[in-house]
């Protein structure tokens, strides 16, 4: 699972939130890339809890007008789409 588009394009996004979203993508690629299943599990949540995170700063950041609240709602979508995605990618594990 990658992003499936870039996020807050030509925003000046928050280091934090990158680097939170760079860690979800790295985790998710890793438990893919993974042939231990409880290895691949414990990975899979690591990224979509990085996300869940990122998603929060992408709204703190939104209230205090650091992003645009076009932004943190994209982050918040990939959120629940990856969410969704890593559910089903778990029960099949």
Do not use: D, Y
């Amino acid at each position: 699972m990658a992003l499936s588009q870039p996020l807050c394009p030509g925003e000046n996004v928050p280091a934090a939130l990158v680097q939170r979203l760079n860690k979800a993508q790295q985790l998710v690629a890793q438990a893919a890339g993974t042939s231990g299943k409880k290895k691949a599990k414990r990975l899979m949540r690591k990224g979509i809890k990085a996300l869940k995170q990122a998603a929060g700063i992408a709204a703190r950041a939104a209230k205090r007008g650091t992003v645009s609240p076009s932004c943190a709602a994209s982050v918040a979508a990939e959120f629940g789409n990856a969410k969704t995605g890593a559910n089903q990618w778990l029960r099949t594990r």
